[in-house]
């Protein structure tokens, strides 16, 4: 049974940080690539950042390149996203995802096979 765990979700003031946690259990971790993914209330759900466990490879979306950093720790099974600069345009609702082998600019949502139940992000003003 898979399972996608996130946790460090939080409430923070503009500029600051925070850093996301996905742990993932129950499959071959290096045949995945993990993505984040966010939701704010009355929005579409946005692709984040992903990184295809194989060869690194990583990938962001313009609204937060400069700012958030995807990494894996493969020795936990866990993929982080490291948010720094925060503003209240990133509150969300963040969650991780896997899918097959690799991802790219193009890695649509529908294309993940496995889920986070999700870890919120507010940023006050």
């Known amino acids: 049974q898979v399972q996608l765990v996130e946790s460090g979700g939080g409430l923070v003031q503009t500029g600051g940080s925070l850093r996301l946690s996905c742990v993932a259990s129950?499959?071959?971790?290096?045949?995945?690539?993990m993505g984040w993914f966010r939701q704010a209330p009355g929005k579409e759900r946005e692709g984040v950042s992903c990184?295809?466990?194989?060869?690194?490879?990583?990938y962001y979306a313009d609204s937060v390149k400069g700012r958030f950093t995807i990494s894996v720790d493969n020795t936990k099974n866990t993929v982080y996203l490291q948010m720094n600069s925060l503003t209240p345009e990133d509150t969300a609702d963040y969650y991780c995802a896997a899918k097959d082998y690799y991802c790219s600019p193009n890695s649509r949502g529908y294309e993940y096979e496995y889920w986070g139940q999700g870890t919120q992000v507010t940023v006050s003003s």
């Open positions: 129950g499959l071959t971790f290096i045949k995945y690539a």
């Open positions: 990184i295809s466990i194989s060869d690194g490879s990583t």
